[in-house]
């Protein structure tokens, strides 16, 4: 399924995410994306962001954009939000996170749009 807006793309991923459809989420994606897992680590392609996801949906966590802002150029669109994220670790401790990132996206042919990088860690990964 593609998005007919980069904001609706990032409303999928959100809802598939919420749920815990990991192909749901996949989709949305490239299948050669990049993301940033957390700073110094970057995952290439869908195999290592099936393997990062499922580890994150293994939380049952709950993310959420705060405020967001879509910037279109052509084919590509910068997509930069305030967002967060609360979850409970197997241990059962609670989990919360939240920051700014930035993910761009690409038209399809078709005119859907899908994820091709991802940095939910915002200015982190510059230190």
Known sequence: MLAEHPLDAVRLVDEAFNRGDLE????????DAVMVYRPGTVL???PELRDAFAGLLSLKATAR???????????LALFTSRWTMKGTSPDG????????????????AGGGWRIAIENSW????LD
Not at 65 to 75: P, Y
Not at 93 to 108: A, D, F, M, N, Q
């Open 24 to 31: 749901g989420l996949l989709a949305l994606y490239e299948d």
């Open 44 to 46: 290439r392609g869908k």
């Open 65 to 75: 954009q705060e405020k967001t802002l879509v910037l279109e150029a052509g084919d």
């Open 93 to 108: 401790k609670v989990i919360s996170r939240g920051g700014c990132g930035s993910t761009t996206l690409r038209r399809h």
């Open 122 to 125: 915002g200015e982190a990964v």
